[in-house]
């Protein structure tokens, strides 16, 4: 990954390209990858922790068809949402986002990264 970008759509790596918009994501996030496309609002910098952590998700859409991802994210999100009545504790507690953040700072962990390892995190939920 590189250290940052320039440019409205530089390409990370081989397959992913960031696209700097007025829309997404929403306000309090930095990121958000649909499909290949890392979505982020013009201005904003990212490092390559934040780089990194859009890549891991773009892996875990690649693994479940894409459409399976966001089915799943949604779900989870939901329930985590109405057992915790907490949007951000919801979300750092969705199977998906826990694999990101944890292996974030990891500049290694694509190469290494197995498919479907964000399965272990089912077993270990927070909510």
């Known amino acids: 990954m590189d250290a940052g970008y320039n440019g409205r759509h530089r390409e990370i ?3 992913m390209k960031i696209i700097e ?4 994501p929403p306000k309090g996030y930095k990121a958000i990858t649909l499909l290949n496309c890392i979505f982020v609002r013009r201005g904003v910098k990212l ?3 934040n780089l990194r ?3 891991i998700h773009w892996e875990q859409e690649k693994e479940l068809l894409i459409v399976g991802f966001y ?3 949604i779900a989870e999100f939901l329930l985590a ?3 915790l009545r907490n949007w951000h504790k919801a979300y750092r ?3 998906f986002e826990r694999e990101a953040y944890d292996y974030q700072d990891a ?3 694509l190469e290494a990264r197995k498919h479907y390892t964000w399965t272990r995190y089912i077993r270990h939920k927070s909510i």
Not at 21 to 24: A, F, H
């Open 53 to 55: 952590h859009e890549a």
């Open 71 to 73: 089915l799943l994210y």
């Open 47 to 49: 490092a390559d922790t």
């Open 93 to 95: 507690s969705i199977t």
């Open 107 to 109: 500049w290694f962990y």
């Open 81 to 83: 949402l109405l057992c």
């Open 13 to 15: 790596g081989k397959t």
């Open 21 to 24: 918009n007025n829309i997404l």
